[in-house]
């Protein structure tokens, strides 16, 4: 419940970025979808963007440039 008080916490636009076929971010969008999460859900200002990837940590080359573009279009819009 530690990331949903955090997540509930947030005042600033969140963009959580997974990689859909990932164990850990699998868990997470389990975790959101669930009642726990309700209240944090209904914040228009936290989105999601998905990779159709298993890597956890972005490792390969194709995620690892996805994830870079991803960062730097949120620098730009900061």
Do not use: C, P, Q
């Amino acid at each position: 419940m530690r990331l949903r008080d955090a997540l509930s916490a947030l005042e600033a636009n969140t963009l959580i970025l997974l990689a859909k076929r990932d164990t850990t971010a699998r868990a997470f969008l389990a975790a959101w979808d669930s009642s726990d999460f309700d209240s944090v859900r209904r914040k228009s200002a936290i989105t999601f963007d998905t990779l159709d990837s298993a890597s956890h940590s972005f490792a390969d080359e194709a995620a690892r440039d996805w994830l870079a573009g991803k960062l730097l279009e949120a620098l730009r819009a900061a």
